[in-house]
């Protein structure tokens, strides 16, 4: 019997992660997802229901790989200049874990430097996590819950 994912993997991976988006390294960012996954910015923090409720972002496969392709080519106003990221985890929790998959909670503070200003975007992030049948981790959900959501988002030109 295959262990559960444990804290250090799933954080290890998350780091991971944030650093591909950091880099702009789309293209290894967008395979670390499963073909169902969505990644989802709710606009209210508690909202659980996201089909059902406005979203700055739910995004299944095709929206991500529209949303890398915008960063991409500079269609988007919010993409000129890029902007440059660093994001920081932390406060990692496993909310439930088993061999094949895993919940975890963290923070992140992402910094963005764009047009000589710098903006801070706060939030609790809650991965779902699945073991790939070669053992890799890949997400199955990514939810963005930002602490000043119902304001906070104007002109972003990337991926929280």
Sequence with gaps: ???AI???EAMTFTWYEADLLDNAEYDEWL???TSDARYVVPIEPGETDFENTLNYAYDDHSMRQKRVDRLRNGQSISTSPVARTVRVQSRFRILKTDPTACELRCAQ????FRRGRERNYTADIEFSLV???DGK???SRKVVRLINSTDALTGI???L
């Design 31 to 33: 395979s670390l997802w």
């Design 109 to 112: 503070i992402l910094t963005e």
């Design 157 to 159: 030109g990337y991926i």
């Design 6 to 8: 444990t804290l250090d």
């Design 137 to 139: 981790l890949k997400i």
């Design 131 to 133: 073991r790939g049948g």
């Design 1 to 3: 019997m295959t262990q």
